[in-house]
């Protein structure tokens, strides 16, 4: 594995905690000499994660409609910036470049950036495994909604355990280094 793309909030949210886990997440992938893929701007988590990797030595790669470079600030100092025509195109971008995908808190282009994937995954497209982290259990309703779409018959079980939700990146990084590709639902 030699990329993650990391989606998350293009704000900080409300507990200083959420930037604490980004930052460490950006220095745990430099020093694991991954590649950052992410979505190119510098508000939020965003920017905090990516200064994070630059700063402790790592390569970032960003990638942003640019429709977007104003509103989410285009980051200035990637390893390597692409600016894309639209979002369809920055998220195909960012799945091409990724070996796996990571959510961290984040609002409603986060989880359908993350959703998406993770559907892909399913369905077969892509091999490659996707993860919440669960800082300051912020993704725990949502764990908990998707046992709920198991339970109801709409999510296979193989389908629910494909992706991970865990507070820690390490803990993560131990699930992608054994991650067992599911069958694909069809
Ligand atoms: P948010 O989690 O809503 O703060 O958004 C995080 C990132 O997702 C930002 O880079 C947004 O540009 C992006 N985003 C926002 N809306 C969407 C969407 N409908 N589909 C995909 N990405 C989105």
Redo the contacts with the bound molecule.
């Keep these: 594995m030699r990329s993650v793309a990391i989606?998350?909030?293009?704000?900080t949210g409300v507990e200083p905690i959420f930037a604490e886990k980004a930052k460490e997440v950006g220095q745990f992938l430099a020093q694991k000499k991954l590649t950052l893929i992410y979505?190119g701007?510098s508000v939020?988590l965003?920017g905090v994660v990516a200064d994070a990797a630059l700063q402790a030595g790592g390569q970032v790669v960003g990638v942003i409609p640019k429709a977007?470079l104003d509103g989410?600030l285009g980051h200035q100092n990637l390893t390597q910036l692409h600016v894309v025509t639209n979002?369809h195109e920055r998220?195909q971008k960012m799945a091409d470049l990724a070996d796996a995908f990571i959510a961290l808190p984040?609002?409603?282009?986060?989880?359908?950036?993350l959703f998406e994937q993770w559907t892909w995954g399913q369905l077969g497209y892509h091999q490659k495994p996707c993860a919440f982290l669960n800082v300051a259990n912020y993704y725990q309703p949502l764990a908990e909604f998707v046992q709920q779409m198991k339970c109801s018959g709409f999510l296979k079980p193989a389908h629910a355990e494909m992706v991970i939700f865990s507070n820690d990146i390490h803990k993560i990084w131990q699930a992608f280094e054994t991650y067992q590709v599911p069958q694909p639902k069809w």
């Design positions: 989606f998350c909030g293009s704000n979505g701007g939020g965003m977007l989410e979002m998220k984040g609002g409603p282009g986060t989880l359908e950036e």
